[in-house]
């Protein structure tokens, strides 16, 4: 049997035929359609005689006027799929005609069931079909395509993921763009969805089990591809509806033909994969899952979805809104607005999510901010079950730490309260070929590379093993959620002012206010010019002289003009036994949930700022999760003796050196 690193080579030997009328940025134009179309016609090669003589007794019986539901009905009946052909062409017949195959290539697409016409009209590919006539490179496409065997006999459906996987990474390294937009790889998928399902055999038993999945950045596919696979293997009899929506025109085509030709009884792809932008066109509303999984783009900017998630009334985005240059935690919050109520005496088991984000949704923002209150509103609610660390250079686009987060509202008992850190960032063996930024991958046990078997650590089973036990590990550490929290305390200290009249201050004070020239010359006279570090027996003195006709303004312009900070000076009295705070010496703590803050002000402030004091009115509640902090380990400096031995050596290898320098 062919393999699929060898379809995958034969293909894109076949998409540097485009070079020329199409540049590489543009080949993904063509060849994903054209592989999409070509697995279509593999699958309905050996029922194609079949099908077109009975669509030609139809049309005789039906006057060429069959009804839509009779021609599904008896079509899918002899194809065995939930699409057909009438069209008489096939990869192969369209090779007899040359000069017609543009024409001929239409009306082959024209003649699928409605289902797959919709897919084709996203990949909008008839312009392509004409352009690449009118370069004259059709024909050779087309033949290239027809010697290529994808017939899932040949090419199973898992590999045929791979294929596109490939395809689309390539195309995207081509153009320069994000090809996390639209995949992860497979690996971090598989351990996504092993730690998704880690707690849920017995929850997946038996024969009538069925439960639902849903990906809001679905892209091709994958993630809901593996979470299938993966449920089949823990229970051949359970069903889980795969659920799934991209904004990616072609991505979404992608995911919607593999859905197709995989021949799913339980669901259609028009009622589960659909097309749109997720942050404000949710094509799931009031609907809810049993499972939840993604990879939002990292970093997406969503300035232009602004205005209308403004004025979103659905309530999914109720706990914050995050800066316009990262979206991620809508994308958590719109997940979480899908989770399955936790009441079994309803027989609702509630749900578990898995999403991939970088570092910046764990402490980006600070008390009171939208990232900050999004993180509080999780936590507070003991929705957060893990976060695990993967190691760096995993993804095509990125060569930063990314980081997986688990989420639940139906925790097992001992898991509430907690939060499990996990560092799996040692996991990892180097890849023999860079792809784009991917350097590193984790293993996976016994791995067929479609040459030879190849034998890894299996770090996947090696995670996902010491994550379930929950303990404190090397790589696993155990928190309580308050240990995340903290208090935003602001710390004042007084302000001290120093008073002193001058001629060029008293030249600008009288400009404003030339009215109160009288008293100014009155104060000049009394208090004279040297500085007065007293500002409240100042203010009492300046008072006595106006006699109180002084209004507020003019009485904060004279201090303003007149008067400057000194640390020596006095502190300045706000009321009887208040002082007024100075903004500039203001400070804030972050204080844990966990201390005691008087204890905190007394043992932690007061020390070093005698003077100052806590304004709890300005008290602001926040969440971070420092990742770092948590697994640092500061590595032994050398010894003193250690060191100068080191450099004793060296300066022998000097000498020697200018000694032979010399001869």
């Not at 929850?203 to 639902?212: A, D, P, T, W």
């Not at 919050?333 to 399955?340: A, D, N």
């Not at 204890?599 to 300005?618: C, G, H, I, Q």
């Amino acid at each position: 049997m062919t393999t699929h690193q060898q379809h995958i080579k034969f293909i894109w030997d076949i998409a540097d035929l485009l070079r020329g009328p199409y540049r590489p940025p543009q080949y993904e134009r063509v060849m994903l359609p054209m592989t999409v179309l070509r697995r279509f016609d593999s699958v309905l090669e050996s029922t194609k005689g079949e099908v077109v003589n009975e669509y030609n007794n139809l049309k005789s019986k039906y006057n060429n006027d069959i009804p839509v539901s009779i021609l599904t009905s008896k079509l899918e009946k002899i194809t065995k799929q939930k699409f057909y052909n009438t069209s008489p062409f096939t990869f192969e017949k369209l090779k007899g005609a040359p000069d017609s195959i543009a024409q001929d290539l239409v009306s082959y697409i024209n003649g699928f069931s409605p289902n797959v016409r919709q897919i084709f009209e996203f990949f909008d590919f008839e312009k392509e079909i004409f352009a690449m006539n009118d370069a004259n490179i059709l024909y050779l496409i087309v033949s290239e395509f027809a010697k290529v065997n994808l017939h899932p006999t040949m090419v199973s459906n898992r590999d045929m993921g791979l294929i596109f996987e490939n395809l689309i990474r390539r195309f995207n390294e081509l153009a320069n763009e994000t090809a996390g937009d639209h995949f992860t790889p497979r690996e971090i998928i598989k351990l996504m969805v092993n730690v998704l399902f880690i707690d849920d055999d017995n929850f997946l038993q038996g024969k009538s089990v069925i439960r639902e999945i849903m990906d809001p950045t679905c892209g091709t596919g994958g993630m809901l591809s593996e979470a299938k696979n993966h449920v089949k293997e823990l229970n051949e009899d359970a069903i889980l509806v795969a659920y799934g929506q991209d904004y990616n025109k072609r991505a979404f085509a992608t995911a919607a033909a593999d859905l197709l030709i995989k021949n799913d009884t339980n669901s259609k792809f028009e009622d589960t994969i659909k097309y749109g932008d997720t942050l404000v066109d949710d094509q799931f509303t009031d609907k809810n899952f049993d499972y939840l999984i993604a990879n939002p783009p990292f970093g997406v900017d969503w300035k232009k979805q602004k205005p209308q998630i403004d004025r979103d009334k659905t309530g999914r985005f109720t706990a914050g809104l995050p800066r316009v240059n990262d979206g991620a935690l809508l994308f958590l919050q719109h997940m979480i607005s899908k989770f399955e109520p936790y009441a079994p005496q309803d027989k609702k088991y509630g749900s578990r999510l898995a999403i991939v984000f970088s570092g910046s949704p764990m402490f980006s923002g600070g008390a009171s901010s939208g990232e900050s209150d999004i993180r509080k509103w999780i936590i507070e609610n003991d929705w957060l079950e893990s976060i695990i660390a993967l190691p760096e250079q995993m993804f095509y686009n990125t060569g930063i730490t990314t980081y997986i987060w688990v989420l639940t509202n139906r925790k097992n008992d001992d898991r509430k309260g907690k939060i499990q850190l996990f560092d799996a960032r040692d996991f990892y063996i180097p890849m023999r070929k860079s792809q784009g930024s991917k350097r590193r991958k984790m293993g996976e046990g016994n791995v067929d590379d479609g040459i030879i078997q190849v034998m890894e650590p299996d770090h996947i089973a090696m995670i996902t093993q010491e994550y379930g036990l929950h303990t404190t590990t090397e790589h696993s550490k155990i928190f309580d959620n308050e240990d995340f929290g903290f208090t935003r305390v602001a710390i004042e200290r007084p302000l001290r002012l120093k008073y002193q009249m001058s001629l060029e201050a008293k030249t600008a004070f009288l400009d404003a206010c030339p009215h109160l020239l009288d008293d100014v010359q009155v104060i000049d006279k009394k208090l004279g010019r040297e500085p007065l570090l007293d500002w409240n027996k100042t203010l009492k003195e300046i008072k006595k002289i106006n006699q109180l006709k002084w209004s507020a303004r003019e009485l904060s312009l004279f201090r303003s003009v007149f008067t400057t900070k000194d640390p020596e000076a006095e502190k300045v009295l706000k009321g009887k036994d208040e002082y007024e705070a100075d903004a500039d010496l203001r400070d804030f703590e972050n204080i844990p949930l966990k201390i005691n803050i008087q204890d905190y002000f007394k043992n932690e402030v007061l020390p070093f700022v005698s003077d100052a004091w806590m304004d709890r009115t300005k008290d602001k509640v926040g969440y971070e999760i420092n990742f770092n902090r948590y697994f640092f380990t500061m590595n032994e400096n050398r010894s003193l003796d250690v060191i100068n031995k080191e450099l004793n050596k060296v300066e022998d290898e000097i000498l020697k050196m200018l000694q032979n320098t010399s001869l």
